[in-house]
């Protein structure tokens, strides 16, 4: 079974400060890892994804996440955060690309001017 | 590429009746469609998936005979809502994969309520 839990439902940030959304996740399997921004109204736009390559994953719009296999974790990261960057983000997790997808809660990410 | 349209976007449907909802790969032949349904500020969850000739595998608490998916060509995938009630009031997402080693491409999401 696996799972992923993000921590911190809503994220408050100024414009141009570190944006830091929190993933921990929890797999059988070595996992292949994902991180989706949704802005309101709209499906789900992939921004990065791991599937076991380099641990460091770098994606669109200036994001990238980092693999920690010892902390079970997939953090993502933005070193200074625009106001477009206001939207929900999620988390995911699956056995393999292609294969189910579970989702964390969601992370719902403000950014004051 | 790996453009996936939903349609209609959003619907209003009176208590009672059926509502279909168009899950379509534009550029790509999917293999495989998966459907979600997502509650105001809440995540996704996935209903079922459905791969192109054969019956869709629902997840447990889902009612395959509420939720009708039909999954009639490698392009098109159709979900059902039949005998629509208030509480199946959500947002439906689509996503398709080319092939088995390929990244979920997700649909713009259909919002249906229901009266």
């Known amino acids: 079974a696996q799972s992923v839990t993000q921590l911190g439902s809503h994220v408050s940030v100024s414009e141009g400060a570190l944006v830091l959304l929190r993933c921990n996740y929890s797999?059988?399997?070595?996992?292949?890892l994902f991180w989706y921004v949704q802005y309101p109204n709209q499906g789900l736009q992939l921004l990065l994804k791991y599937t076991s390559a380099a641990t460091l994953v770098k994606g669109i719009n200036g994001f990238e996440a980092e693999f920690k296999k010892s902390e079970t974790s997939f953090h993502l990261t933005k070193p200074s955060a625009h106001m477009s960057d206001a939207a929900e983000y999620f988390c995911a997790v699956s056995e393999g690309a292609g294969n189910m997808l579970t989702f964390g809660g969601g992370t719902r990410l403000m950014v004051k001017p | 590429g790996a453009v996936v349209s939903q349609h209609p976007s959003w619907v209003i449907c009176k208590s009672g009746t059926s509502v279909k909802i168009e899950c379509r790969s534009l550029d790509f032949q999917a293999t495989t469609m998966f459907w979600y349904r997502q509650f105001p500020k809440q995540s996704l969850m996935l209903m079922a998936t459905s791969n192109e000739g054969s019956k869709a595998t629902y997840e447990q608490g889902v009612e395959k005979d509420k939720f009708l998916i039909n999954h009639a060509s490698l392009t098109l995938s159709t979900l059902t809502v039949t005998s629509a009630h208030p509480e199946d009031s959500s947002f439906y997402i689509c996503s398709a994969i080319r092939d088995k080693g390929d990244t979920q491409y997700f649909g713009p999401g259909t919002r249906l309520t229901v009266l």
């Open positions: 797999s059988s399997v070595p996992p292949y």
